[in-house]
């Protein structure tokens, strides 16, 4: 019953900012670690950021340290990514996904079965 909405993407230049919004129901929020993963044409799906259920531990694929900023608001049910700096690499749709988790502890990239549809993030050079 978990439903992620994500929004936010769309066209912008390199050296750019988007904002990414992930709306979930059907959970409690603070019950579930969630993350952004994206996939460009023709390549596997790949980790991007993941932060736990209370937001005391998040984890950044190396290719976006420093430019992405994955946050939460277990308030309204909802999962940001911020990211600045971007790159025509940065180019895919990316995907809002979730996991029940026990505790606030390191989120990891595996087992995240709740996913959205996506949202295309299309970066010009």
């Known amino acids: 019953q978990v439903q992620l909405v994500e929004s936010g993407g769309g066209l912008v230049q390199a050296g750019g900012s988007l904002r990414l919004s992930c709306a979930a129901s059907g959970l409690t929020s603070s019950n579930y670690a969630m993350g952004w993963f994206r996939q460009a044409p023709g390549k596997d799906r790949e980790f991007v950021a993941t932060i736990s259920r209370s937001g005391g531990f998040i984890v950044y694929a190396d290719f976006v340290k420093d430019r992405f900023t994955i946050s939460r608001d277990n308030a309204k049910n909802a999962l940001y990514l911020q990211m600045n700096n971007l790159e025509p690499e940065d180019t895919a749709a990316y995907y809002c996904?979730?996991?029940?988790?026990?505790?606030?502890?390191?989120?990891?990239?595996?087992?995240?079965?709740?996913w959205g549809q996506g949202t295309q993030v299309t970066v010009s050079s």
């Open positions: 996904a979730a996991k029940f988790t026990y505790y606030d502890t390191n989120p990891g990239t595996r087992d995240f079965r709740s």
